[in-house]
């Protein structure tokens, strides 16, 4: 986890262009299923990070315009994103993965996507591709009953 601490305020650096401040985030740890027995039904290990994307101040105008279009589907009606991990049975490392996947999901959705270029065929590809469809043409007439006359 690359969180990092500027005075008394500490961050979560996604890329060179924005960090959350953590005090935007909230977390909420709540008990997990799965193996562990005992241990998993006393304790709470399972880790949700909250994020409002709509009032965040480490955003601009466009980059909270691009994470709202993208990250649409992801997020609830208060323009908030959940993530949540409960891969391990530690509340620490359960954290440390759900920010890590916080700024991949946030880094992928600010990447600019370029658009892609139309390309054609290559000359030889076609005819190779129209030589193999005349071979496997003949080879299905050649499995075809003889007429009968």
């Known amino acids: 986890m690359e969180a990092s601490t500027v005075g008394a305020e500490s ?22 299923g799965g193996p562990g027995g005992q241990h998993v039904n006393t304790s709470s290990t399972k880790v949700e990070v909250w994020w409002d994307v709509g009032r965040s101040e480490a955003l601009s105008d466009q980059q909270r315009t691009l994470l709202l279009d993208r990250l649409g ?12 991990s409960s891969t391990f049975r530690s ?3 359960n954290r440390d993965e759900v920010l890590d996947r916080l700024r991949a999901v946030v880094a992928g959705a600010l990447l600019e996507v ?9 000359k030889g590809s076609r005819e190779a591709r129209l030589r ?5 043409g003949e080879l299905k007439r050649q499995r075809r009953k003889p007429p009968e006359d």
């Open 11 to 32: 961050h979560l650096q996604v890329n060179d262009a924005v960090r959350i401040p953590m005090d935007e985030l909230e977390f909420k740890a709540v008990r997990a």
């Open 114 to 122: 370029r658009p892609r270029k139309p390309t054609r065929p290559p």
């Open 132 to 136: 193999d469809k005349k071979q496997r």
């Open 73 to 84: 589907s992801r997020l609830d009606s208060r323009h908030r994103l959940r993530l949540v």
């Open 91 to 93: 509340q620490r490392r």
